[in-house]
């Protein structure tokens, strides 16, 4: 008997389980369901859905993993609202990510922080001028001229994501830091001239005190010139 089984495939449920996460990510836009709400039980799910409770199971932990939903005491499975950078945390590590993802992170902390002018300018308090000052005034004397120091790169631009209030944008830096770094180490960039100057942390602090949007976006694309030549010369 045991050789009757032995050429035996087992079957492949990952695609039905793919499809039960789709079918009920639909299910909770159709019925519109709110942060807070409970949702049917596996054993409901499994018979409204035609497959195996433990399918569904199956397809619940990866809404888990997801942070899409939660159990709760007395009240099982319930929506949440996904803390997006927390699911990005789990794989944005820079000794996994193939050559071609590390460079694309790479543009994208550049986009970013050329992107966040007007957010910076139109909350920026003057307690947080001060702090800035204070972070310039223990750089080196020559940073115009210093390609990148990891050191003075979290603690001023983390102060810069910190001035747009939005958490989320503060989460993803401290995500796209490390990675950026690796890139910067690794070799997979052009390596540049160290005579390239660039507008200093300094002048950025400048600009956020007496400019305007418009010139802290330009000084920011200076600031990253010697990034995005990096990338394109």
């Known amino acids: 008997m045991a050789d009757i089984f032995q050429n035996l495939k087992s079957i492949d449920t990952s695609s039905l389980v793919d499809k039960v996460e789709s079918n ?123 390609l990148f120091q990891i050191e003075h790169e979290i603690a001023f631009h983390g102060k810069l994501y910190e001035i747009t209030g939005n958490e989320t944008m503060k989460k993803f830096q401290k995500l796209l830091l490390p990675v950026f770094d690796y890139v910067h180490k690794s070799g997979l960039l052009k390596k540049m001239p160290v005579n390239r100057q660039y507008v200093s942390h300094k002048g950025i602090v400048d600009i956020i005190e007496n400019g305007n949007a418009e010139q802290l976006r330009n000084a920011m694309r200076n600031h990253l010139e010697n990034h995005f030549a990096r990338l394109f010369e």
């Open 24 to 146: 009920l990510i639909e299910l909770f836009v159709e019925k519109n369901f709110k942060v807070g709400d409970s949702i049917p039980k596996e054993l409901e799910l499994a018979e409204s859905l035609g497959v195996s409770r433990t399918v569904v199971r199956e397809a619940m932990l990866r809404l888990r993993l997801m942070g899409l939903i939660e159990s709760k005491k007395h009240r099982g499975a319930v929506i949440t609202s996904p803390d997006l950078v927390s699911v990005l945390e789990k794989s944005m590590n820079p000794k996994i990510l193939d050559d071609g993802t590390l460079k694309e992170v790479f543009e994208m902390r550049l986009s970013l922080e050329i992107g966040m002018a007007d957010f910076i300018m139109k909350r920026v308090k003057p307690e947080d001028i001060a702090e800035l000052r204070v972070l310039v005034e223990n750089e080196p004397t020559l940073s115009d001229q210093m």
